[in-house]
């Protein structure tokens, strides 16, 4: 087993935490389409396709629709936070 055991400790509980999110906020499904993309980061469609074009949101394209995967927003949500 790698880490130590704090470092499993703390990754259990950032996991149990981040199911527990997800139960509150009735989203299951990890990959998302624009409107719910739009929606998880507050933002317009419109600004969902911008960050696209701009290069800055990466979707997957199943069919014809873009999806958005949940991991991949939360790193964008992490690369545009400010330290306090």
């Known amino acids: 087993m790698s880490g130590s ?3 499993r400790y ?3 509980m950032a996991e149990a935490l981040y ?3 997800e139960l509150r906020l009735g989203m299951k499904q990890r990959l998302l389409d624009i409107e719910q993309a ?3 980061l507050n933002m317009s469609t419109e ?3 911008n960050r696209v074009a701009a290069g800055e ?3 997957t394209k199943i069919d014809p629709k ?3 995967d949940r991991l991949k927003l939360d790193a964008y949500i992490e ?3 400010e330290a306090a």
């Open 47 to 49: 600004g969902i396709r």
């Open 57 to 59: 949101l990466y979707p």
């Open 66 to 68: 873009w999806r958005f």
């Open 19 to 21: 199911k527990k999110f």
């Open 38 to 40: 739009a929606e998880y």
């Open 79 to 81: 690369r545009h936070t």
């Open 10 to 12: 703390f990754d259990a």
């Open 5 to 7: 055991l704090d470092e």
